[in-house]
């Protein structure tokens, strides 16, 4: 309770959700004794991947006993999600302490609920100066809260693609901007650059970053990864190649990012083992990125059925699920609920071969779409119809032996999913 009234709190303090800027977070960092300054860190920037990158070097360096801070967003169930420290996510009283000792320092100042905690994280990332952080860019990056640091060990560019195109002035929203906005400021250090979904946007990412002097290493130059058909992939670097098994994750764009996690722990010459990496890999924690729901309340409503549950909500997204799906020999049923503001013909229009698409309300979300209009953007497709809930819409699919149910389209969602499974 004490941390839901300290969270509301911090909500009012700016009028506005998100307002791209950096000098409200660095005033208070600066109250704080700038911890930004006093903290080893890998920064991810990007469109996609960026979690399941940073879940990939977690696990791998958990398992080499190194001690991590991660910070994430957006949380999916709990607040406390984002606030990882010495491996170990912040209790309720802790996170609570945390966030109002901030509070105190702030004295009311005009500031967003993401400047605040990412201010809270890095103020409590410095009482751990040993520690490796691995932090995750907000929207875009040259305006993120997370970019004041003076310095880091390396940045991380996953895959960029057109997303959050409304805060961009709308003769600026293509993809060129995007990986301006996210790349241009990238510190001097190492950049690692994720296999990216076209050539058109590999070349602009190499022509943005082209005057950083950072050292500079490249996905199918520097390393890639290719499967085994006998249950295995292969990486291989400048290093060498390393046999690996399978992870515990869906998706061959998993493979993508862990070979991403894996070049990049290697070539900062981290104290890592293969074997470290070979355990790591099979231990990845990654919620709401096809996970497979295995147990709960809904899994119980579509029986013997496998339910998935996935976090994707732009058009990259969907292409690279619509990917996995094909690898699946079995029929489809997709329910949905979006943001207002996604392209949401653009993402469903990737997949193909569904045998019905059942489209829901996000409930507490005013910034989504209402489940009844999303349904009108999608009546080109058969077998489309609205349920006004979760649980409406599963008992309302005709699933049949051996179908696959899969709920997408928002995180916001994937959270409400978690929380009533």
């Known amino acids: 309770m004490k941390l839901q009234k300290i969270v509301n709190r911090l909500q009012k303090l700016h009028p506005k959700e998100i307002d791209l800027s950096l000098d409200r977070i660095k005033v208070l960092c600066e109250k704080l004794g700038n911890p930004q300054n006093k903290i080893n860190a890998i920064s991810v920037v990007g469109t996609n991947g960026k979690h399941s990158t940073i879940n990939a070097i977690f696990s791998i360096l958990k398992e080499a006993g190194i001690k991590c801070n991660v910070y994430t967003s957006p949380h999916l169930q709990r607040i406390n999600e984002r606030f990882v420290f010495n491996n170990k996510e912040l209790n309720d009283d802790e996170l609570g302490d945390l966030l109002e000792k901030v509070e105190k320092i702030n004295n009311d100042n005009s500031i967003t609920f993401f400047e605040i905690l990412t201010a809270c994280y890095f103020y409590k990332s410095a009482q751990y100066p040993d520690n490796l952080n691995l932090i995750e860019a907000g929207l875009f990056h040259r305006f993120d809260a997370t970019n004041i640091l003076k310095k880091n060990l390396a940045s991380i560019i996953t895959s960029i693609s057109k997303d959050h195109l409304d805060w961009l002035p709308k003769n600026e929203r293509t993809i060129e901007k995007i990986i301006y906005e996210k790349t241009s400021s990238l ?89 470290h990496i070979k355990k790591g890999i099979t231990r990845i ?101 609205y349920k006004k809930n979760i649980e409406e819409a599963i008992k309302s699919v005709p699933l049949k032996e051996n179908d696959l149910l899969i709920i997408t389209g928002s995180l916001y969602l994937a959270g409400e999913i978690l929380n009533l499974n």
């Not at 894996?262 to 981290?270: E, S």
Request: proline fraction near 3%.
């Open 187 to 275: 510190l001097n250090s190492n950049i690692i650059v994720s296999k990216q979904n076209s050539l058109k946007t590999a070349e602009y990412i190499k022509k943005t970053i082209s005057e950083n002097p950072s050292n500079k290493i490249f996905f199918n130059e520097d390393f890639s990864y290719f499967l085994d058909e006998n249950g295995f992939f292969y990486f291989e670097d400048k290093i060498g190649s390393l046999k690996l098994p399978l992870p515990n994750v869906l998706g061959q764009f998993q493979l993508e990012n862990i070979s991403t996690a894996i070049a990049t722990l290697r070539f900062l010459k981290f104290d890592i083992k293969d074997e």
């Open 285 to 385: 924690k990654n919620i709401a990125r096809l996970q497979e729901i295995k147990s709960g309340k809904l899994k119980r409503l579509v029986k013997n059925n496998r339910l998935l549950l996935d976090g994707s909500h732009n058009e990259d997204g969907s292409r690279v699920l619509n990917e996995y799906l094909k690898t699946l020999d079995c029929q489809k049923h997709i329910i949905i609920g979006m943001m207002a503001n996604k392209d949401h013909k653009k993402y469903i229009n990737n997949f193909k071969d569904i045998k019905s698409l059942t489209t829901i309300d996000i409930p507490g979300q005013p910034n989504s779409i209402s489940g009844i209009d999303l349904k009108e953007k999608f009546n080109n497709i058969p077998n489309v119809q």
